[in-house]
């Protein structure tokens, strides 16, 4: 069930995160493929890698060479790092409902604002959706992660909009708590999410038609 957390506020902008609020996370899709299970894959990585991958601190030949744990042989790990690149690379098909949401939206403007790292331009390239979103917002060039409020704070500073009017939607509890605290309008992300936007009130012209 989709989680929205509302108020009377017109809608001005709105940030979506990308991976599992526009398409299926293609990491989660990697691990099942080459583990089975997030338990098994997680006794092979580095847990710290990626999350410096995604701030920013590792380019991807640190992170790829940081990406395993220390000391592990090569023949005690079921994959290589070239077959998790690989999958790491397929693109996931937009959710449906995500989809005709993008083709009909014209309320208001949209931004991406996600943590990832610079395998993101990756993904957004290959389903062809950089124009329907005025910015994207990713952790690596930000330097930092949601839910760190200075990934919010970073993103009002630059579209100039008071989050009261800001639309937020993600699929992570922690995410959602985070931009609710600093003012934001949220949305939890299920695949049907864009159902649910009928709740909000939205920016209108003059005339009372939508912007």
């Known amino acids: 069930?989709?989680?929205?957390?509302?108020?009377?506020?017109?809608?001005?902008?709105?940030?979506?995160?990308?991976?599992?609020?526009?398409?299926p996370d293609p990491f989660y899709i990697a691990v099942k493929?080459?583990?089975?299970?997030?338990?098994?894959?997680?006794?092979?990585?580095?847990?710290?890698?990626?999350?410096?991958?995604?701030?920013?601190?590792?380019?991807?030949?640190?992170?790829?060479?940081?990406?395993?744990?220390?000391?592990?042989?090569?023949?005690?790990i079921p994959f290589t790092i070239e077959d998790f690149v690989q999958n790491m690379h397929t693109t996931p098909a937009l959710f449906p409902e995500v989809e005709k949401f993008l083709q009909s939206h014209s309320e208001v403007p949209l931004a991406i604002a996600s943590n990832y790292s610079s395998w993101i331009h990756h993904h957004i390239q290959k389903l062809g959706i950089a124009p329907y979103f005025e910015r994207i917002f990713v952790s690596y060039q930000?330097?930092?992660?949601?839910?760190?409020?200075a990934f919010f704070q970073q993103i009002i500073g630059q579209i100039k909009i008071e989050p009261e009017y800001i639309l937020f939607v993600d699929d992570q509890p922690a995410n959602i708590s985070a931009a609710e605290r600093i003012g934001?309008?949220?949305?939890?992300?299920?695949?049907?999410?864009?159902?649910?936007?009928?709740?909000?009130?939205?920016?209108?012209?003059?005339?009372?038609?939508?912007?």
């Open 33 to 76: 493929k080459l583990c089975g299970s997030l338990e098994k894959f997680n006794m092979y990585k580095n847990p710290a890698a990626y999350l410096s991958f995604e701030r920013g601190e590792f380019k991807v030949e640190d992170y790829l060479k940081n990406f395993f744990k220390p000391g592990l042989l090569p023949q005690e």
């Open 184 to 211: 934001f309008q949220v949305l939890q992300a299920t695949p049907d999410w864009p159902k649910a936007l009928d709740r909000f009130e939205w920016n209108k012209k003059a005339d009372g038609t939508k912007l």
């Open 1 to 23: 069930m989709t989680v929205v957390k509302q108020k009377k506020l017109p809608i001005k902008y709105i940030l979506l995160d990308m991976m599992d609020t526009l398409i």
């Open 142 to 149: 930000m330097k930092c992660r949601k839910p760190d409020a």
